[in-house]
């Protein structure tokens, strides 16, 4: 998304679409919440969804004390890393603007959760999500949109990196790559659920168990409620709606979310088909392909839904299901263990997102998305035009990089410190008995029903709350 | 809807106010895969969900390729049948009209998954999708709502059928009777579930056997999702707001949506009721005859939300109610095997839709629609006119008549071609074992399950993906 | 929210805007129904839903006839009780103010069907339902929003209570304070379910016995629905957009909604876990705890989500995750049953709410929602004026006590009656066998499948419907 105007934003009509762009942003966190509850098992239920609702409610504190000042903060002594003022909402007269960005925070947040599922304590999980909310994103966020951050192409700033800056109009780079960023480097020190690699005397298994979610109507839900939400977190992204252009701005954008999101879901689905037909000559129409294929499709048009022309949309999503398919099977090769593959889809294409925007953002849609006459366009435009001006592709890898190093010299030694004090990983028991009873008063609940006699004693799987 | 004008609509609140609707309608999707996952047994959970994702997913590629064009693609050269420019987007300038018609045909694509749960072959469905979504549906849409069609009543033809043309505000023909006729067709052609009619002998059974649905709680959210969606479906075909008068009929439609649809449930619940307290002595509320008593008077309303008046619309929604009791016990009789019962929701209430529209559609409502002073107006306003005057009336008629002889010729072909070729049908091992099993995957993963020794076996009943 | 101008409202973007806030405020019955499905057993949980199904159906037919006309239909000869004309929709333009009315009187009969789960019989909740939205309900909504209203804060009455008039901008008072207090005298009447406070010879148990929900994953979805509703019922209460100042106030109300909400479930959460710690030695995180507590906060903040600051708002859910703390247990040690503790959600902190909005409404606020320099503001920013001015907190007592007032007089007395007639609470032993079976056909399908033998028969949990 693009603040190019939003300071000075004065449309009734503009606050409105941003509010409810927001309310549908923030929907978003059910969606994730039932693709959790769906991919565990019945016994870390409770706990999954928990984090999900934690990461709503503490992002709203976070980035209300000083998230925003972190991000938008810049006042009137700004710099290029970090904003200054605006906390407590302090001067804020946007309250649309913070509201959609708010959810925004809660979105990057909540990403991560699906990853870690099963295994990780909940104090951890709330370290974690207080720095992310409250730091990192924040950091990221003003970099890349804020007027003044070191790697915006904001009109309004007058020497951007390479004279183009970080085109990532609705968070492709901030939000899913930071999330998808944070979720791979939790895993590697959170190491995988047992039993998921190994056997219970820690001897490597030859294929990795697959412990199967505990409904996948959930995750069909879950997977749907995003899609729908992504309506709000693309379009919106267009902050001002009040000429015309931008009017087409929203549309252009949900047009290619969704070309991009059902591209993503074929492609994933029919590859994946393929590849099993000639493993094992049946054909295995595989649900889970096609939902985490979609939304691979969403993530990678998230950076570039406003600039780039609807074919390229079906493009990038095409790509979008084949990195899926690839990230998902590196990442069983390299046993890290992702509950929800939340990483092939968060991460990775939340950087081929921003570098195919680096190729085939079109001269047209820049320009109705920035107002102004833009210089450097994709990479095959440029060519078309007998230039061969990359320094949009250059900036977009520069924004990647930062992204990835940023998240890395944070999260890595916090996640690292997390796991040398023993407040990471759950205890072995608490695994196998599983994280709702141990977190959340199953222990308790069990005793007591044990010592009395009432008509409900059965294994009924949501009594351990 | 009525695309009086969108061809010049450049009023920026309209687009948002698409694309916002257009998500509603999107959202939609999750509501028939709620529905679909509830109500088949929970061997078959997966299998049916995919098939509404990938009605999402397919119904955008084929609508980006040719669909569009097809349906709006009028170009300098119109004829009215079937639209032959804009393919790929090509020329095309109102995204925001786009998206919306995109989620339109998507709709009325996964209204039949629900119809063949249980025993239809993916590679059928699949087939099934593309004729429908890319051609069959846009003929009908290019006929009823193209400026060009033949059976428009769009004011810029200015020659309609009967000088009034067929007139389906929001899509109770376009939509709803093309998805729920071709239902209709095709359970004829493939056939009852097993054991559902029938004995393992193949002896008919006094009474049909019912499959209980595997959770009610997530049909009824499904019916909720679809309610919710639906004020996206019908007020979003107001397409142009920018006027009081505009503002004033998308009000309009969203109050006699609400009055239809609880009118429609309510006298699907308590007609069942009576009529079963009869029989039984007991009165039985039956949780399903609300929610589908629901949908059917929200159907019923979908092609004359626009043009009737509040007290017409709760009218409709009662006559609604008591088709869909009609309806599905005449199924039964022809032990015509329909899921979740769609057919009598969608293609019966369909066509009582137009059929009341040209009943009692108030010239106050048709002029505030159209813009103009409409000449041919309810067979019922006319009679108090003293006219009875019913071209109207007739040009309903025609449009049913058209849609139910399009669908036949084309589909009914299909599906017999289909059958013969053995490609329809599930095996019956196939059927018993689920779809979830045969198509997904599941014997596989079954298999490996016994070769490992692993905390989980367990009959996990979303094992089977 | 607050009639100001609205009979006025001649601009097409608030008509939208109210549509599409209505539709949100309508999904919000989707919540419920969510929520009421995952907290009760397997055995109740289609009679649980059909009541929430009814109020949304049963609402709107009610709301049609009779209920918006004693809430709004005040005429040419208004007084201050009840409004007497616009019977049938008659006479009404507005039609988006209709609609944005009928879903808060929907929402705020089914608040009440959660509390009364698994024991009331279904015609005893039709009739309440029919009193509750037809008549109760409208009555309060008169008094206090509509401009004739004789405890109105409108702008248009020249004589409001104490110059001031109670001020409830989205309900919180209205809609929660009336479901929450009617669920208290509903279930006060109907007592406990079977097995809660007493064991099977009517000895009074140590502690209560818990009713495990049967799927927290529902409960957890209709949270999150809920709290994505809120932003149409507390946004949308700003019912005219149509200038930068209505827009800024919308973006209020979603930020004040979203801090209030983040703080009551994070303050539930952490003080239930301190609390639980202390005694058990062991940190329980209750997901139930936070998805009430956030519950609470949005309750809380409804009444003045557009007149207070966003610290206040933050305060405000503070409290009421406090709040619902210690409604929780009183109301166990009351001995009252409330199946989903909407009593300490909606009463309780539908007072606190009003309670604060008289300590902490601001001038500025107040402006910006009223459009004129309010004279009485929230007693802290009186004293810091020095003046110390209780007149809006006075105010805000005294709806607090006519709400409770008036829905004593009305509901109790008819509580009672139904109670004696032998027609409110269900017999024992449907309630021991569900009243999925006692009320859905259960029984007949039951012996219907012990008679048959088909491949089904196993005690599949939704078979009872």
Not at 111 to 118: C, D, N, P, R, S
Not at 186 to 198: D, S
């Amino acid at each position: 998304e693009y603040q190019m105007k939003y300071s000075k934003d004065s449309q009734y009509t503009s606050q409105v679409f941003l509010v409810y762009s927001a309310a549908l942003v923030f929907f978003m966190q059910a969606g994730f919440a039932m693709i959790c509850a769906g991919a565990v098992r019945k016994k870390n239920v409770g706990n999954s969804m928990l984090k999900n609702l934690l990461d709503a409610c503490g992002a709203a504190i976070a980035y209300f004390c000083f998230g925003y000042a972190f991000a938008f903060g810049d006042g009137s002594n700004p710099n290029g890393f970090i904003g200054t003022t605006n906390f407590f909402l302090m001067g804020v007269d946007n309250y649309a603007f913070w509201m959609f960005e708010y959810a925004f925070s809660a979105a990057s947040c909540t990403i991560v959760a699906g990853t870690l599922a099963e295994r990780c304590q909940m104090a951890a999980y709330l370290c974690y999500s207080l720095v992310l909310t409250g730091f990192v994103y924040p950091v990221v966020s003003h970099a890349i949109w804020s007027p003044h951050g070191f790697l915006t192409s904001n009109i309004q700033n007058e020497n951007p990196l390479f004279g183009s800056g970080v085109v990532d109009f609705a968070g492709g780079g901030v939000v899913h790559l930071v999330g998808g960023c944070t979720a791979l480097f939790a895993t590697m020190i959170l190491g995988p659920r047992r039993g998921r690699f190994h056997d219970n005397e820690g001897r490597k298994l030859d294929k990795p168990n697959n412990f199967p979610g505990h409904s996948i109507a959930l995750q069909m839900l879950g997977s749907f409620i995003l899609w729908f939400g992504w309506y709000g977190f693309n379009s919106g992204s267009a902050l001002i709606t009040s000429s015309h252009e931008r009017g087409k701005l929203v549309a252009l954008c949900a047009v290619n979310t969704t070309l991009s999101g059902g591209a993503g879901g074929l492609t994933a689905l029919f590859v994946n088909l393929l590849i099993l037909e000639r493993r094992l000559g049946e054909p295995i129409f595989d649900l889970k392909m096609a939902m985490n294929g979609s939304l691979s499709g969403l993530v990678a048009i998230t950076a570039g839904c406003g600039v780039v022309e609807p074919w390229a949309a079906l493009l990038i999503g095409i790509f979008a299901g084949l990195l899926y398919l690839g990230g998902s099977n590196l990442l069983l090769k390299l046993r890290l263990d992702d509950a929800v593959d939340a990483i092939p889809i968060h991460m990775v294409n939340g950087m081929w997102g921003l570098i195919a925007v680096g190729f085939v953002a079109s001269p047209r849609n820049l320009n109705l998305t920035y107002g102004i006459e833009v210089p450097h366009v994709g990479w095959f435009y440029s060519l078309a035009r007998g230039s061969g001006d990359a320094r949009l592709l250059a900036a977009q890898l520069v924004g990647i990089l930062f992204i990835l190093g940023w998240c890395l010299i944070i999260m890595m030694p916090f996640f690292v410190w997390l796991d040398w004090k023993g407040w990471f990983r759950s205890d072995p028991l608490e695994e196998i008995v599983g994280l709702d009873t141990s977190y959340h008063g199953g222990l308790i609940l069990m005793s007591e029903k044990r010592d009395k006699a009432t008509s409900n004693i059965q294994s009924s799987p949501t009594r351990r709350r």
